[in-house]
Structure formats: C-alpha cells, structure tokens
C-alpha cells in the first residue's frame, strides 16, 4: 500500500529562518510527487510537481527536490505569508493523489 | 477562469438526514475528483470521474455515499443517511488530462457537520 509521511507535523520559525519539510514516500511506481500548500478555510493550492530523482523546482522562497525515497521542500528567508499547512502527495499509476498529513509551518515576523 | 465551484460552503445537519453537496468544475477539465479532508484521516480520495464516468470508487466508504456526474460542468456527492462521521471537509477537484504538471485545481471545501 502505497504510504506518505511527513515530518514534522509543525514547524514554527522566526522571518527569515530558513528551514526544511520532509516527505518520504513508499510507493510501488511513482509517477509525479506533489506538493500543494493550504491556507485555513480554503482548497489545497498547487506548488510543483517533481518526476525523477534529482529533480528540483523553485518558486520564489521555495524550493523542492526529490530522491528515490523522499522530497524536502526548502524554505528560504521564510515571511509570515509563507505561514500555511504544506502538503505532500504521490500519484503512483494513474490520476489518483495519496496525501500525507502535512507540516504546519508558522512564521512569525 | 472562476475556479473549481462548490455549494453549499457550510453545511450542519442532523443524523439521518440526506446532504448533497455540489461541485462545478473549470470548464474543459475533463477529470473530477472528490476529497473528504478531517484530522484524523487527512485528505482521502473519495471517487474520481473522467469524461462524466466514475473510474475509482474505491475510496467511497460506504453504500451511504454516492456520487454522479450528469454533465461535464456539474457533479452531485449526496450521503443518505448521514452520520455523524461524516462530518468533515470535503473537497472538489478537477483537472486537464494531459496536464504537464498533472496539478490538479481543488474547489474551496464544503464544511459538513451532522448533529
């Protein structure tokens, strides 16, 4: 069964403190790992999509990099706008997304 | 573009009761999903349709949930009778079937809580 881990389950950070989101994953063939952002109240917003071990995308402070067992969402010089819930997904063979519980991060200014 | 659309944004109810909730999606995504989001479980793929037909229902937990797609810009999840269990946050989703990112786009949630 395919398994979506994230670590932590919260992260609270000062402006400007860089720091990592992990999300490891066991799947039996992966085809796309996903990370969206949600904002209390609202729908999960999409960040990036990786493919391939190695890859790596940015987007203004952040940025997401991939292994064969895991991704790391960077967050570079955090703002408190950056404070939301992050989500981790796997699609594995076809158009179905497995989440993980996601990190809460908190950035305080 | 409006964005995914759902109705009712709140819903409270009470147990046994029949609740439908509504989903518009983008217009010319051809794929639609339904999510149900609570704390315990996080997000959970309900069923998802391609081209107005169910392709996975597997994550429909039980009989009391059913969902259709009569049109390709309407899809109806209705729970009868609710309990509840039930209540949670559930989420629409659509998106483009060739989409280089294979982003999908989620509506603004319904809020459904069963006395």
């Known amino acids: 069964e395919d398994q979506v881990t994230q670590s932590p389950e919260a992260l609270r950070l000062q402006e400007g403190e860089s720091s990592s989101l992990n999300c490891s994953y066991t799947?039996?063939?992966?085809?796309?790992l996903f990370w969206y952002r949600q904002d209390p109240g609202k729908g999960p917003e999409f960040l990036f999509t990786l493919y391939s071990a190695g890859e790596e995308k940015e987007k203004e402070r952040l940025k997401a990099t991939l292994t064969k067992k895991e991704s790391f969402l960077h967050i570079t010089a955090p703002k408190p706008e950056d404070s939301a819930t992050y989500l981790c997904a796997v699609r594995p063979n076809d158009y179905k997304l497995s989440f993980g519980a996601g990190t809460t991060v908190t950035v305080r200014a | 573009d409006a964005g995914v659309i759902q109705s009712p944004r709140h819903e409270v109810t009470e147990m046994g009761q029949e609740v439908t909730l509504r989903c518009k999606p983008i217009s010319g995504h051809d794929y639609l999903f339904w999510y149900r989001q609570t704390m315990m479980r996080g997000l959970e793929l309900l069923i998802y349709?391609?081209?107005?037909?169910?392709?996975?229902d597997s994550g429909m937990p039980e009989d009391r949930f059913s969902a259709k797609m009569p049109n390709a810009s309407f899809s109806t999840l209705k729970i009868q009778p609710s309990e509840p269990r039930d209540s949670a946050v559930y989420f629409c989703?659509?998106?483009?079937?060739?989409?280089?990112?294979?982003?999908?786009?989620f509506g603004p949630g319904t809020r459904l809580t069963v006395l």
């Open positions: 349709f391609n081209n107005n037909v169910p392709i996975d």
């Open positions: 989703a659509s998106s483009l079937p060739l989409a280089p990112l294979g982003e999908q786009f």
């Open positions: 799947v039996s063939g992966l085809r796309g």
